[in-house]
């Protein structure tokens, strides 16, 4: 019998920190101008996690496209990753998934059986997200990748921006960070025990939940948490928002292993590409290891979102009621740049 393939072992780099360099990412779409159409609610002016595209009074269009190469050996897994990491950005502009097309690229040489497997994960993600997966693109390709162009819905008047941020927000997240330095870990062979199972539950947990928690509460910025690492998108609402965000690395949730790998030193390559990106922005007071997670890649991360301070009680009780997590990291203020407050 042949040996069974490793996924990992396919990809240069796997899951969000395979992603495009979030400042050369700003460089190429700098020159692309948005069609001036009134109905487009947010395109690339400022760009956001999705597009929203009003229809009527009552109902606008999300829609996103994600995928990546493996981060996990299981097929299955895999494609329950990369589904879910693509639906999240629809859960984060405030929308319900409805429709997803796949966007595959596999190595004719692997078992079709092992793509089956991948397209049977991202299907269980999508009908949890209580959308539908209707077809989809394959390429040949030498590198695996996954993942989803999706469409929800949303109310106009409940699109949720990255730009909404107001000086007085206490900021929240809703998963713990540390994804890329454990699957990093992992591909060296230094994962602690447990601690690539942690962050293999923590990235197939859609969003979905936490996002109907927080719409009745009315957030003002929202985000989620992916490749540019948590610096990364605060640096992004900061800038859309015209305010200064800061953080407390000691409050930052992390992933069983994930400080014990950055103790280590080791750091994926999506670690330099946030730094480059958002360090200029950034003024920190954190110890490395704190930097690191701060910075590092996350794939399918959780919500990032700012609202009242004084709504903080609300908040933690609706969200424990819900059975979900949810930390506060830091707090909006007037001014500008994002800083990463001790220890």
């Known amino acids: 019998m042949a040996a069974p393939v490793e996924l990992t072992s396919l990809a240069r780099a796997g899951g969000c920190a395979a992603k495009y360099s979030a400042a ?51 097929a299955h897994t895999f494609g329950r990753i990369a589904a879910t990491n693509a639906l999240n950005d629809v859960f984060a502009m405030g929308g319900k998934p409805l429709l997803a097309l796949s966007v ?9 059986a092992m793509l089956g497997e991948v397209l049977a994960g991202a299907a269980e993600a999508t009908r949890a997200a209580g959308a539908i997966l209707a077809g989809g693109h394959t ?26 941020a107001r000086p007085g927000d206490a900021l929240f997240l809703t998963k713990p960070l540390g994804t890329g330095l454990v699957l990093q870990a992992a ?21 979905g939940a936490a996002a109907d928690v927080l719409r009745t509460l009315e ?15 605060a640096h992004e609402v900061a800038v859309r928002a015209g305010v ?28 330099r590409r946030n730094r480059e990106f958002a360090g200029p922005h950034v003024e920190s007071s954190a110890t490395p290891a704190l ?6 890649p996350q794939t399918a991360g959780g919500l990032l979102f700012t609202l009242p301070s004084e709504r903080r009680v609300v908040l933690e009780a609706a969200f424990a009621a819900a059975g979900l997590g949810v930390w506060a990291v830091g707090r909006v203020s007037a001014g500008s740049g994002v800083s990463l407050d001790g220890p």
């Open 291 to 296: 930097e690191a997670l701060a910075y590092d």
């Open 219 to 233: 957030p003002h910025a929202v985000t989620d948490v992916t490749g540019f690492g948590l610096l990364g998108h």
């Open 24 to 74: 050369r990412l700003e460089e190429l779409v700098g020159g692309l101008v948005t069609a001036d159409v009134a109905d487009l609610l947010v395109g690339l002016d400022p760009a956001d996690d999705a597009a929203v595209y009003r229809l009527d009074d009552d109902t606008a269009l999300v829609f996103t496209v994600d995928f990546f190469p493996p981060v996990v050996d299981d």
């Open 187 to 207: 591909r060296e062979g230094r994962a602690p025990a447990g601690a690539l199972e942690a962050a293999t539950e923590a990235m197939v947990e859609l969003n």
């Open 104 to 112: 595959t690229a596999f190595p004719e040489e692997l078992p079709t």
């Open 139 to 164: 390429i040949r390709d030498d590198e695996p990748k996954y993942g989803l162009a999706v469409v929800g819905t949303v109310h106009p008047d409940g699109v949720w921006r990255k730009s909404d």
């Open 244 to 271: 200064g965000i800061s953080l407390d690395a000691g409050a930052l949730p992390a992933l069983p292993g994930a400080l014990e790998v950055a103790e280590l030193g080791i750091r994926t390559g999506g670690d």
